[in-house]
Structure formats: structure tokens, C-alpha cells
């Protein structure tokens, strides 16, 4: 993206008017006692740049209804009055509540479809979102000739302003800071800038190299008109977008939108009681896997939790004030107790401490629910019955995995429930290339044992789908590996894996489209906390930021030994409270909480698709209507109740300064309906 003063248009042309969304007047066939319908949809004039598409992209995450327009299409439709508003039941519509737009006037100043659009905004009470542009006086800013600056963002600390925290970023804590992820490329580009009368400034930071303080985002009211102004370019993975999209979002609806946003994180601890075998340093690679040399490599101790680690993570959990959960194996820790003279200390310690966790069944065994596994070749392959087709595990046998763990955590007072699972290597699920489809046994044996939500690996399947009766939740990886119990082991994998060969690495980074390699080796005694902790630390954290539910995953020898997996989530957990508010705090559903969120979701995103979603506000009235089943997500402000048919309640939850729901009509009522306060 450019950004040269040169290649920005000028200021708008004004149109004058008097009419008042407030009175009604100017609109066509209105009276002063009129008060417009508003359709609950955003309008989204899409250049292709990132700016654009990041608020877009903050839209469709949260549930708001949207319609582009893509600028670069001949064919799209023209921008005026009869695209814009008309009536229904002679009451005067506005079809969009808020306006998207890459920069303050992208048709061009005076034209006839800019003038339709401020026409439009004005008559309405409309808000406008420039998502990109550059400081002059047609945003309300001074040029940055006049004590203002331009260049890069990187790494450089904003701050939340007084009027931003009492208005729509209220839920950030105050300063955040622009990221600076390396040191040899620009990754934000901004003009920070004095504001002239008309600007309220929402972020601002010190004028590098001057006196004062410029805005990089605020609100420019002018000519009956209202604009947010962003003048520092990003994408929607950056950071510094994250935490201010949500504000976006709410400014641009006045707090009165479909869809809602939450910040999740959650943790599921797999493997809990197994043993996870260890990386051999010196074969690079894990001794029992299929591409272990012969299969055996450097006999090395397992890495498995001690009761010392156990009461740490009970510790560690009381005083973060975050809640892990164990994803279990019952029969592997029997299988090591036996193995160990009949006593487990660990075991012992985590039954004892039981309720201070959440559970979720992980098999018996952590047996391969799949295909039966050839090993004979590298890598591995499905067995093959005489007729050719693929060998599977049988329903029985899943079903013996599934529910002898279950049994076994019962019998010890877990508070496990029975319709959560994550199988072994998410196993029975397809994996490519080897098993292109599900073991066709699967679903069956989770129909046996009353499974609803079993987890699948997000990196592989991002999407949430049905296997049988029940339906996939998605769990992000963490790159803090299974098979390491010291930062120099997993400095030594990490290195292995991201390195060129001729760096003493496997090279596989250099053949592999998705990966780059690393500039050279980390260093074993440095590299953990250097480099790969912050870097966790930035994927967890916009992941928590990003209205994503899905929780991440690691494993019980990240517990162990070193327990390298706590830096990480102490960071994330610093990090993010230092941005955000406390009314604004992490939640951390429960699994089955996750698969019912992502199920809402699906359902109300084929809704809106589907165009049988009519929502709109007239007045103080919030009015929505979707098919009969489909959940409604809604926010709203405080003080907001629904209408039933005798009398109100408060409405939704109090999160961010708002409230929200996911909610349906009340008995005898066709329609959600909401009144504002």
C-alpha cells in the first residue's frame, strides 16, 4: 500500500441539508413524529486493500450482516438513493446502520455516488469508518508538516485516551504497543497528527521526535456527518488491529448490532498419567516412531508428571487464576503403576485434587482409533484386507477405549463428563494422506457411549463438522513439542525442524511451501525464552483476541521436568491484562462449551446467508427475526431489556461495557424484541 500524501483524493464535497434523523425531516414522505427504520446490516465498499478487508473480516467473526462492495467488479451496483434507503409500510428505511469505506471519500470527491453516500449518512445519523488514510484537514487533522510525523509504528507504545475509554474502547486497560516482529521489515506504516476543531482523538502517542501528542485513531464530526479516522495501515492478523477491532465494531453500530464477540483461551492438557517418549538428540528423532532409524533409537527415560508437578499445577492454577483441562488416559497410568511396584504418587495427587480441574476423556490407552498402521515403510501406511480395502479398527474395540476410560475416571470421583472425547492423535478421524476419510466405525462407537463433541486438530480441520451424531471441536496446536522436558531438548527439535541442512538442520523447511527457515540455529541455552516463547506467546494471544473459542492443546510432559509450557501461559496471561479492562476478562468454556458455540455460529452464518434474517432498530426498538431453531447472537448496551409478552427483563450478559446473548423469541412471540435504554 502507498503512502504518499500524493496518492490520497481530497476532502469530500459537502452537501448541505437540514434534515435531522431525529425529527425525520428531509426524508421523503417523513413527518417531524416519524422515526426511520435502521436494517441492522453494515455496507462494505471494498477497495482490496487489508484495511478494509481486516474490518470486514472483525464483522463476520462477530455475526454482524454485512453487504460488500467490491470497487474493482464492472458489474457492481451503483451507489444512490434507491441503493441506499426506501420505505417500508411508508415508514423511511436506512438499509445499512454503518458505512465501511478504505478512505474518506473513495468514489471521489463531488461525485455523484460520494454525494449520494453523505447524502445518505447525513439524513440518517449514519457513522462512517475510514479504515485507511492520511492526515489532512478533510479528517479533521493537521498535515504532519505541522508537528506531526509519518513512518513507521513498529514497536512504538499507544495510548487508549480519556475520551476512547469513556466511549467504545473503554474495554482496553489504556497503552498497547505496535508489534515488531523483526527487525529488517516494516510491518506498520501511520501518520500521527494534531486534531482541528470537529476530532476527538480515541488513540494517540507522542510525536516522535516533537512536542505533544498526535491521534492515529479518532472521530471527526462535521457537516452532520460522523467519521472514524485511521490513519496507520494493518491487516487483520497484526495485533494492533485485535485489540481495537472490537471499538471498531462497536462505534461503527453505536453498540447496537447482531452477533457477539467474546476473548477466549483455554487449555487442554493431553496425555495426563501416560508417559510421552523423548526426543533423542543425537538420531533426531523420537525413539518409537516409524522414522526412528530401526524404531528403537537412544533408549531415554519418558517424560511423565510427578506428584511435585501436580501440586505446582494446582499452585500454579490458584494463583493465575486459570483453569487447565486434563485430558486423561486411565489405563496407561495403570499400566505405569503396575509397572512401578503398584504406587503412583501422581496419580494420587491428581485424584486427590480432582475438582480443582475440568476432565475429558482421552481413551483408555491412547490406542490408534484409525486404521490398523503399517510401519513397514516411512511413512507409515493403512493396512490392507485381501480385497484391497483399508483395515480399521473395529466399533467394538473404539467403544472398549472410550468407555473404560470413562468407567475409570467415575469410579475415582473425576468430574468427567461422557459426551466430550479427544481421541489419541485425534485419531479415527481421516488424516491425509494415509486415511483420507473417518474410520467408518467411529461414529458408532461414539453413538455408543452418548459422545456429542469430539476434538479434532484445527491445523488440519479448521472447520467444526459432523462425525455420525456428533461434531468435531477444534484445537489449536501449541508449538511447545509432546516429547521434550527441557528448553535444550526443544531447542534441539526446534532446530532440527526449522533450519536448512546445510545449517545442520533436516531441511525441511527449505521444500516446504507453509514454512520458512530459521537464519541460523537458535542457541540451546537462550533460544526457548528468546524466540520461541514470544512467539507462542503472539499466536496464543491472536488467537484469545480474535473471538476464537478453540482451545489450544499441549501435553502433560509440558508439565514435567522443566515444565516449559508455564512461561508461555504466564506471558499470555500478563500480556493480556495488561491490554484489556476487567470487565473485558479471558473466558475459558469448557469443551463442549466450544462445540455449542461453533455450532451457533454455523447456524446463524447459514442464516444470514440464506437471507432469512430480517433485523432492524426504529427508534429505541430493537425488532430481529430469523428461522424458527436458530439461536440469535445480539449486543447491546447496558440498561438494554427484552420485551416479553408481559412485561420486560434485562437483557444478556455484561461483557466489554456491553451486554449480549445468544437468544431466541420469548413463548408467543415470533421476534425478539429489545428495548434500548
Known sequence: ???????????????????????????????????????????????????????????????????RVNLDDANRPTIDAAFLSDTVGGTPRARYQGVVVPNEAPFGPGSAEQTALETYERTFGIPQVDAYTWAHPGV???????????????????????????????????????????????????????????????????VPGGGGRGSLVGEYAHDGRRELVVTFAYNQHQRQFRVLARGIVEWLTDGVHLGRSRNYFGVHIDDVFAPDSRWDTENNCTPGSFNCGDGEGTPAEPIRMTAADAEYA??????????????????????????????????????????????????????????????????????????????????????????????????????????????????????????????????????DNAVRWIASDNSREPAQRPVGAALTVPRHPMNVYYNVGTAAEMVDEYNWIYTSAADGGSGVCENNATSTCLAAPLDPATGYTSQIVPQEVRTALLHAVGNDPRPHYAHQSNLAEERLLYPVLDQVLAEYRALFASDTPLENPRHGAVGTELKRRAAWQTAIANGT?????????????????????????????????????????PYAGARSAWTTPAALQSAVKLKLP
Not at 453494515?42 to 453487504?67: F, H, M
Not at 467403544?399 to 468427567?416: E, F, K, M, T
Open 140 to 206: 479533521g487533522l493537521d498535515y504532519t508538516s505541522e508537528g506531526g510525523w509519518a513512518g513507521s509504528l513498529d514497536g512504538r507504545e499507544a495510548t487508549v485516551t480519556d475520551a476512547g475509554r469513556a466511549g467504545r474502547f473503554g474495554y482496553l486497560d489504556g497503552q498497547f504497543t505496535f508489534e515488531d516482529n523483526s527487525p529488517s521489515t516494516q510491518e506498520s506504516y501511520g501518520f500521527v497528527a494534531r486534531p482541528r476543531a470537529g476530532y476527538t482523538s480515541y488513540v494517540d502517542l507522542p
Open 1 to 67: 500500500m502507498a503512502h504518499s500524501v500524493a496518492g490520497w483524493r481530497g476532502t469530500a464535497a459537502v452537501v448541505a441539508t437540514t434534515s435531522l434523523l431525529v425529527t425525520g425531516l428531509g426524508i421523503p414522505g417523513a413527518s417531524a413524529a416519524v422515526a426511520p427504520r435502521v436494517d441492522l446490516r453494515v455496507l462494505v465498499v471494498d477497495n482490496g486493500d487489508s484495511p478494509v478487508q481486516a474490518v470486514t473480516a472483525e464483522l463476520k467473526s462477530t455475526g454482524v450482516p454485512y453487504t
Open 314 to 447: 494446582r499452585q500454579w492454577q490458584q494463583s493465575s487464576g486459570f483453569t487447565l483441562d486434563m485430558v486423561y488416559n486411565g489405563g496407561s497410568g495403570e499400566e505405569w503403576k503396575e509397572a512401578n511396584g503398584g504406587t503412583d504418587p501422581l496419580a494420587d495427587r491428581l485424584v486427590a485434587d480432582r475438582n480443582a480441574y475440568r476432565w475429558i476423556n482421552h481413551t483408555y490407552t491412547h490406542q490408534y482409533l484409525g486404521c490398523l498402521q503399517d510401519t513397514s515403510t516411512v511413512p507409515w501406511s493403512c493396512a490392507k484386507n485381501a480385497d484391497g480395502s483399508t483395515r480399521y479398527l473395529s466399533r467394538a474395540d473404539i467403544a472398549a477405549q472410550i468407555r473404560d476410560n470413562h468407567a475409570w475416571a467415575v469410579a475415582r470421583g473425576l468430574p468427567v463428563r461422557r459426551d466430550e472425547l479427544v481421541t489419541g492423535e485425534h485419531s479415527g478421524l481421516r488424516t491425509l494422506p494415509q486415511q483420507p476419510d473417518d474410520n467408518p466405525n467411529l461414529a458408532g462407537a461414539l453413538a
Open 613 to 653: 434474517v430480517t433485523a432492524y432498530r426504529i427508534g429505541t426498538t430493537v425488532t430481529v427475526k430469523a428461522p424458527s431453531g436458530v439461536e440469535i447472537p445480539v449486543t447491546a448496551p447496558k440498561g438494554t431489556a427484552t420485551q416479553l409478552p408481559l412485561g420486560t427483563t434485562t437483557f444478556g450478559t
